[in-house]
């Protein structure tokens, strides 16, 4: 390939001025954050990471994004499932309404979410009444994230849902086929990888969200408090190494993350 | 059947989405018209304002430029290593903002890697303006490439590469052949690009320093204010993000149409 001229100008100027600049702004700070938790050395590294607050911040982080995310699945199904097949009036609001936690600035949606299910908020009032805590609570936070991550799996299954084939649904019908059997048999699993992808997205954007959830997670440490927050507060104190080592955890966490779900949604479609 | 599901996902919407955004426009106007107008026009909130347009003025040219850049050397040229660039580019979405925030503080903060060149040479990124920018670029940097790449590789290189072989110049290619096939989409991530440069937080929020009036940008005011109680301050001024929100949504569905 290396040797192949190219037709069109422009090559050297535009990947040399790409990597320079995604150099600069990308990836020279990012590599700042390897080479600072690196200076604490395993051990320290080890000790902060593994602290008890620490590791109770993960557990609020990983385990609130990944219910959120298994929540937005069957939402996110039913809305993309809605709007693909069915036209009703107000369809096309609807459908653009779906970015809303995407245009809406993560500030506006965490302090509305926290006032309306707050306990004398609009939501939170009655909920209080039964018995139901939200703001301030795990269930505030997957509430949040779940708010944020709906985009990302109503997005991923509708293209699919779109260009499935209504033969093959149709096939599945004339075979004798009842409405559920084609539902599960046929319909779940040709969807199943998009929804797994926009899971994932979700699961990973969850992780590292602040914005929308700093408000409504009332950050008590031990209880409520999300990872990024402790970073912020460790950086507060001053403490840059530990902030740089949490934030690596967190960093590595939903690389995993979203290589593992990308693995196995193309495993699932090569084996379709 | 039908009509269950269409209620149901109605339904859910409603409280998912909907009902938050009435609740931040009912929550603004709670104590009136008058304490509206005022909250949105006191200096903090107007220089808030001119402090968030600043950095978007700055940030999305740049990303614009740079995206378009990026999108011709990925969608023209096959080269070694073009998946990992493609990759790369895309780091931004996998970080937390506040991780977008720290990796500037580790590299311009006192104790950071220039922080004692900086303050020799009395030179101040964090805390201050420069520093803002940086975290908004890095966040915001994947919309216009993300946006562009497959469009310009549904296009393909044969118009250009006509338009090269008759004679044209790289410069009159591009200006002639490229951008007016792409210009929605241009448009399109550059629209991402602003609404979320103008609405970022957490990256912002840790590289600000929190000087009210200096470094406040709207959305670090919202907070500000709804951490003094001033709940419908607060909303007021989120009132106006959300408008720019709205905005954004109803020009991408039009976009989304000239794109396809």
């Given at each position: 390939?290396?040797?192949?001229?190219?037709?069109?100008?422009?090559?050297?100027?535009?990947?040399?001025?790409?990597?320079?600049y995604?150099?600069?702004?990308?990836?020279?700070?990012l590599?700042?954050?390897?080479?600072?938790?690196?200076?604490?050395?395993?051990?320290?590294?080890?000790?902060?990471?593994?602290?008890?607050?620490?590791?109770?911040?993960?557990?609020?982080?990983?385990?609130?994004?990944?219910?959120?995310?298994?929540?937005?699945?069957?939402?996110?199904?039913?809305?993309?499932?809605?709007?693909?097949?069915?036209?009703?009036?107000?369809?096309?609001?609807?459908?653009?309404?779906?970015?809303?936690?995407?245009?809406?600035?993560?500030?506006?949606?965490?302090?509305?979410?926290?006032?309306?299910?707050a306990?004398?908020g609009?939501?939170?009032?009655?909920?209080?009444?039964?018995?139901?805590?939200?703001?301030?609570?795990?269930?505030?936070?997957?509430?949040?994230?779940?708010?944020i991550?709906?985009?990302?799996?109503?997005?991923?299954?509708?293209?699919?849902?779109?260009?499935?084939?209504?033969?093959?649904?149709?096939?599945?019908?004339v075979?004798?086929?009842?409405?559920?059997?084609?539902?599960?048999?046929?319909?779940?699993?040709?969807?199943?990888?998009?929804?797994?992808?926009?899971?994932?997205?979700?699961?990973?954007?969850g992780?590292?969200?602040?914005?929308?959830?700093?408000f409504?997670?009332?950050?008590?440490?031990?209880?409520?408090?999300?990872?990024?927050?402790?970073?912020?507060?460790?950086?507060?104190?001053?403490?840059?190494?530990?902030?740089?080592?949490?934030?690596?955890?967190?960093?590595?966490?939903s690389?995993?993350?979203?290589?593992?779900?990308?693995r196995?949604?193309?495993?699932?479609?090569?084996?379709? | 059947?039908?009509?269950?599901?269409?209620a149901?996902?109605?339904?859910?919407?409603a409280?998912?989405?909907?009902?938050?955004?009435?609740?931040?426009?009912?929550?603004?106007?709670?104590?009136?018209?008058?304490?509206?107008?005022?909250?949105?026009?006191?200096?903090?909130?107007?220089?808030?304002?001119?402090?968030?347009?600043?950095?978007?003025?700055?940030?999305v040219?740049?990303?614009?430029?740079?995206?378009?850049?990026?999108?011709?050397?990925?969608?023209?040229?096959?080269?070694?290593?073009?998946?990992?660039?493609?990759?790369?580019?895309?780091?931004?979405?996998?970080?937390?903002?506040?991780?977008?925030?720290?990796?500037?503080?580790?590299?311009?903060?006192?104790?950071?890697?220039?922080?004692?060149?900086?303050?020799?040479?009395?030179?101040?990124?964090?805390?201050?303006?420069?520093?803002?920018?940086?975290?908004?670029?890095?966040?915001?940097?994947?919309?216009?490439?993300?946006?562009?790449?497959?469009?310009?590789?549904?296009?393909?290189?044969?118009?250009?590469?006509?338009a090269?072989?008759?004679?044209?110049?790289?410069?009159?290619?591009?200006?002639?052949?490229?951008?007016?096939?792409?210009?929605?989409?241009?448009?399109?991530?550059?629209?991402?690009?602003?609404?979320?440069?103008?609405?970022?937080?957490?990256?912002?929020?840790?590289?600000?320093?929190?000087?009210?009036?200096?470094?406040?940008?709207?959305?670090?005011?919202?907070?500000?204010?709804?951490?003094?109680?001033?709940?419908?301050?607060?909303?007021?001024?989120?009132?106006?993000?959300?408008?720019?929100?709205?905005?954004?949504?109803?020009?991408?569905?039009?976009?989304?149409?000239?794109?396809?």
């Amino acid at each position: 390939m290396g040797r192949r001229t190219h037709v069109l100008p422009g090559y050297r100027i535009t990947t040399g001025l790409t990597i320079v600049y995604l150099s600069l702004i990308v990836l020279i700070p990012l590599a700042a954050l390897v080479v600072k938790a690196s200076t604490l050395g395993i051990a320290q590294f080890w000790e902060t990471v593994s602290a008890p607050r620490a590791i109770a911040a993960f557990r609020v982080s990983f385990g609130t994004a990944l219910a959120a995310a298994l929540v937005d699945a069957p939402i996110g199904l039913l809305v993309a499932w809605v709007l693909t097949r069915y036209s009703f009036p107000g369809r096309g609001v609807v459908d653009a309404m779906i970015d809303l936690p995407f245009a809406l600035p993560t500030a506006v949606s965490g302090i509305t979410l926290t006032t309306l299910y707050a306990e004398h908020g609009w939501i939170g009032a009655p909920l209080a009444r039964l018995g139901l805590k939200v703001s301030y609570t795990w269930l505030g936070i997957s509430l949040a994230l779940a708010f944020i991550g709906l985009p990302f799996v109503v997005r991923s299954v509708q293209p699919v849902l779109d260009g499935f084939e209504r033969e093959l649904e149709e096939a599945a019908h004339v075979l004798g086929a009842d409405r559920w059997q084609t539902l599960w048999r046929v319909i779940l699993p040709g969807v199943f990888p998009a929804v797994l992808s926009g899971v994932g997205l979700a699961f990973a954007r969850g992780i590292g969200e602040y914005g929308s959830v700093v408000f409504i997670s009332g950050n008590m440490p031990f209880k409520t408090e999300i990872a990024p927050l402790l970073i912020v507060t460790k950086l507060e104190e001053y403490n840059t190494s530990g902030a740089a080592a949490i934030a690596m955890v967190l960093l590595i966490g939903s690389f995993v993350v979203l290589f593992a779900f990308n693995r196995v949604q193309q495993t699932l479609q090569r084996a379709a | 059947m039908r009509r269950i599901l269409i209620a149901a996902a109605i339904v859910l919407l409603a409280f998912l989405l909907f009902l938050p955004l009435v609740f931040v426009f009912a929550q603004a106007l709670r104590d009136g018209w008058h304490t509206y107008v005022a909250a949105v026009t006191e200096p903090d909130t107007r220089s808030a304002i001119r402090l968030t347009l600043t950095i978007a003025a700055i940030v999305v040219p740049l990303n614009v430029a740079f995206g378009i850049v990026a999108a011709w050397a990925l969608t023209k040229f096959e080269f070694r290593g073009k998946a990992s660039l493609t990759t790369m580019i895309d780091l931004p979405f996998a970080v937390s903002p506040v991780i977008a925030g720290l990796i500037f503080v580790l590299l311009f903060g006192n104790s950071g890697v220039f922080g004692a060149w900086l303050k020799a040479h009395d030179i101040k990124i964090l805390f201050a303006v420069p520093g803002m920018v940086l975290a908004t670029l890095f966040i915001t940097f994947p919309f216009v490439v993300r946006e562009l790449l497959p469009i310009m590789n549904a296009e393909g290189t044969e118009a250009e590469e006509a338009a090269v072989l008759l004679g044209a110049s790289g410069w009159q290619t591009f200006w002639r052949v490229t951008l007016p096939s792409v210009k929605w989409g241009v448009l399109y991530g550059t629209l991402l690009c602003a609404a979320r440069a103008i609405g970022e937080f957490g990256a912002v929020s840790v590289v600000s320093g929190h000087i009210r009036g200096v470094t406040t940008t709207v959305p670090l005011h919202v907070e500000i204010l709804y951490n003094d109680y001033q709940m419908s301050a607060a909303f007021a001024v989120s009132s106006l993000l959300t408008i720019i929100a709205l905005v954004t949504l109803v020009a991408e569905h039009l976009l989304q149409g000239r794109i396809r």
